[in-house]
């Protein structure tokens, strides 16, 4: 059974900057043919996709997100990074990571996902 485990949030102020990391095991492929993405939830929000990367490394964002995250991956490590830089109070939420097996292919909405972390709150204020 896949686990992840998402770590680096935390409280900063407008124009901060936080890395989230997320740390797979479980696997016997490693993450080298997962698609895997971050997702963010606000309270009383639905689930929203942030970025996304397949196992090729092609990455796809929000255009909320875009040009201020970068997200990559270190597949010898298992770990899957989420780099938010310019933070803004709008970006406040628990952030999630989201992994599945598919090589080649590509993975965005919550429905393509199979695993999931317990989620990282960050909080930016003004």
């Known amino acids: 059974q896949v686990q992840l485990v998402e770590s680096g949030g935390g409280s900063v102020q407008t124009g901060g900057s936080l890395r989230l990391s997320c740390a797979a095991s479980g696997s016997t492929y490693g993450i080298s043919l997962y698609c895997m993405a971050w997702f963010r939830q606000a309270p009383g929000e639905g689930r929203e996709t942030i970025a996304s990367i397949n196992n090729l490394g092609l990455t796809s964002y929000a255009e909320s997100v875009k040009g201020r995250f970068t997200i990559s991956k270190d597949n010898a490590a298992n770990t899957l990074y989420l780099q938010m830089n310019s933070l803004k109070p709008e970006d406040t939420a628990m952030y999630y990571c989201?992994?599945?097996?598919?090589?080649?292919?590509?993975?965005?909405?919550?429905?393509?996902?199979?695993?999931w972390g317990q989620g990282t709150q960050v909080t930016v204020s003004s």
């Open positions: 989201a992994a599945v097996v598919r090589s080649g292919g590509f993975c965005y909405t919550y429905a393509d996902f199979a695993y």
